[in-house]
């Protein structure tokens, strides 16, 4: 049965990628846009910043007048930590992960016990896939401008900018590297044709259509840490491997490589896009009185079907192992029995994957309690419950489906793969508050309480976004008649702890099992730390 587990694992691996890619976006949403918008919490539906209501409010733009220009420099810096540590007992199949390897002299699981940790940013960049950003913060643009023809009730903007944008690398020694080596998720609008429209002096309506690119990539590389594995070095060692002398050949044959539970298999490359995915914005204001003012937007979802190949370079011991499997009696009629893999060294092909960038909703109110402040209060919900499964469909029948399909016939065919998620919608809550303190300086502060959307039993190392409040302060500064400057400090800190098997896109052990678990039976703390300083310059022209 040890051709099940592989093809569960090789399997897994593609699936636990993509999933993961996934589940990084409730926590990327709205951290590189804007200055203004991040000091007040994302509190600002009542209240949008400049030319970058396209994206929180299109009727924010009827309060924009003449020709203006806005440019926005975000500069992000990621603190990412993981820690694996061995409970007691820990072992696979009877074999003790923490002693010592007599092949290696090292120990077994070279993760346990150990620490990882990055602060290296990785982009997304268009045509090319990731882009591993010099060590230390790295900056996330955006730009628009928007027109107000004297006498005219409609503005028009348009803008660039990065809604979402998530992406690490660590060293290829780090015990992370299993979960991924590198990522980048990245939704780049490029295109953003918005008008708002003020109907009276309370009404004010907006629309946008918005055109981007959605890239996602991750290098990774692969182990299988199951009881499965651990039945085949037992018998590699009851064979006595070591000595160089098959007892049963050539009726069977297990010592064409060294495999084991916590032994390479190999390394993953996938890199999936969709360079057309457009949605549209819809939003209003009202504003009855001079001190209060109410606005709601929404913006649609995309339906999208990403496209890319994948690459799996295998170790010299994997497919050695399967090469002199099959290259027995009993073997080779096993593998025409139960498609066995051959032992090739490389598979690679296209892939695409059928994901819906979630449906987005929020309403606030910004309310001036005394002539010199202001507080802001917005409600927000992401559409993440519709994430139930992902689909995935590979360009040619595959032998690690073919064993899926006998395991999970639901949710596997030879070339198409449907994986459950149980994602959950989310209502979160961000309050910001505005003092002003002259007529050029106001500041700010603000935190967003950001829920997550995954389940507890899908906790994993490579989105380490649980729960997380965010925490900003800020200024904004009229420089001239014309001229206004936003900045902004905002801090995140997400702490994950997973006890071992308790989360199977990660550190389940069972048998079962068909996501990839290359850290099963580890307890696993993550914690993730954002700080992010944006500076913003809007001028007429």
């Known amino acids: 049965m040890g051709h099940y587990s592989h093809k569960r694992q090789i399997l897994g691996a593609l699936i636990a990628t993509t999933v993961s890619f996934g589940a990084q976006a409730q926590l990327a949403q709205n951290l590189t846009i804007h200055p203004k918008a991040l000091a007040l919490g994302n509190a600002v539906t009542a209240d949008p910043p400049g030319v970058m209501a396209i994206h929180y409010n299109p009727a924010g733009l009827t309060r924009l007048d003449g020709r203006q220009l806005e440019v926005n420099l975000m500069s992000v810096y990621l603190d990412i930590d993981a820690d694996f540590t061995a409970p007691e007992g820990y072992e696979i199949f009877g074999i003790d992960g923490l002693e010592t390897d007599p092949l290696t002299g090292k120990q077994r699981d070279p993760v346990a016990n150990t620490h990882s940790h990055t602060n290296n940013v990785a982009l997304y960049l268009p045509g090319y896939g990731i882009l591993r950003a010099p060590p230390g913060p790295a900056v996330a643009p955006s730009a628009g401008i928007s027109v107000n023809p004297p006498g005219s009730k409609l503005t028009f903007a348009n ?58 990539a991750a290098d990774q590389y692969m182990r299988a840490p199951n009881m499965l594995l651990g039945v085949a070095e037992i018998l590699q060692d009851a064979f006595n491997c070591e000595s160089g002398d098959e007892p049963l050949q050539p009726w069977l044959a297990l010592c064409g490589g060294n495999v084991g539970p916590w032994d390479d298999i190999g390394a993953l490359n996938i890199n999936v896009q969709e360079t057309l995915s457009p949605t549209y914005a819809l939003g209003v204001m009202w504003e009855p009185t001079d001190w209060f003012r109410w606005g709601a937007s929404y913006t649609s979802e995309a339906d999208m079907n990403m496209k890319g190949t994948f690459e799996i370079e295998y170790t010299d011991d994997w497919s050695g192992f399967w090469q002199s499997v099959n290259g027995s009696v009993l073997g080779a009629i096993t593998s025409a029995i139960l498609s066995l893999p051959s032992g090739a060294p490389r598979e690679a092909g296209n892939v695409s994957m059928d994901l819906v960038y979630p449906q987005h909703f929020q309403t606030g109110i910004s309310v001036d309690v005394h002539p010199k402040l202001t507080l802001n209060a917005d409600i927000g919900w992401t559409d993440y419950a519709q994430w139930d499964a992902f689909v995935f469909r590979f360009d040619r029948n595959l032998e690690f489906l073919n064993a899926a399909r006998i395991l999970s016939p639901d949710n596997a065919t030879p070339n198409t793969l449907r994986l459950p998620l149980g994602f959950k919608s989310q209502w979160n809550w961000a309050f910001g508050a505005e003092l002003h303190v002259s007529s050029r300086l106001d500041l700010r502060a603000g935190v967003e309480i950001r829920d997550s959307v995954i389940p507890d039993d899908q906790r994993q190392v490579m989105a380490p976004f649980g729960g997380a409040n965010l925490y900003s302060v800020g200024m904004g500064y009229q420089w001239d008649k014309d001229t206004e400057i936003d900045m902004n400090l905002s801090y995140l800190h997400s702490v994950e702890t997973i006890p071992a098997d308790t989360s199977c896109n990660v550190n389940c052990d069972n048998i079962t099992n068909i996501i990839y678990n290359p850290y099963a039976g580890l307890d696993i703390k993550t914690s993730l730390r954002v700080v992010m300083a944006g500076l913003s310059f809007r001028t007429k022209f």
């Open 159 to 216: 803008a660039f900018y990065l809604p979402l944008a998530a992406g690490f690398y660590r060293d290829k020694d780090d015990p992370g590297r299993y979960q991924p080596q590198a990522t980048a998720l990245q939704r780049t609008t490029y295109l953003s044709p918005t008008v708002g429209y003020e109907i009276n002096n309370e009404w004010a309506v907006g629309a946008g259509i918005h055109l981007s690119h959605m890239g996602i």
